[in-house]
């Protein structure tokens, strides 16, 4: 299956079942490589209308800084930790606090 298929049947899917976050989201993981803008677009959707859909963060806040919404792309790294330490995910949290660390060593933040 072609990227390009996968997009027409995840865009399927959202049409059947637009209020499940994880087709909102895996369409934006397949836009990633294809289409940031796309992509940036369907995570500014999921942060807005999931925002307790912890998978997004990571992802969204790795894409906005590539994009160079660094100082956006700083607020989800911290709500997604926020978030995963409110539903006591210890391995989102982990995974999330090391990305987060390791972005802001790059971006020269404190």
């Keep these: 299956m072609t990227n390009l298929d996968r997009i027409q049947l995840l865009r399927q899917y959202?049409?059947?079942?637009?209020g499940n976050p994880f087709n909102w989201y895996a369409l934006a993981i397949e836009f990633r490589e294809t289409d940031q803008d796309e992509a940036y677009s369907l995570f500014a959707?999921?942060?807005d209308e999931h925002p307790t859909y912890?998978?997004?963060?990571?992802p969204a806040a790795h894409l906005y800084a590539e994009m160079g919404e660094i100082e956006q792309s700083k607020v989800i790294?911290?709500?997604?930790?926020?978030?995963a330490r409110a539903e006591k995910n210890t391995k989102a949290l982990q995974e999330l606090q090391n990305a987060y660390q390791n972005f802001l060593f790059e971006n020269d933040l404190d």
């Design 14 to 18: 959202t049409e059947e079942e637009p």
């Design 45 to 47: 959707k999921l942060l």
């Design 77 to 83: 790294f911290e709500n997604g930790i926020s978030l």
């Design 54 to 58: 912890l998978a997004t963060y990571f």
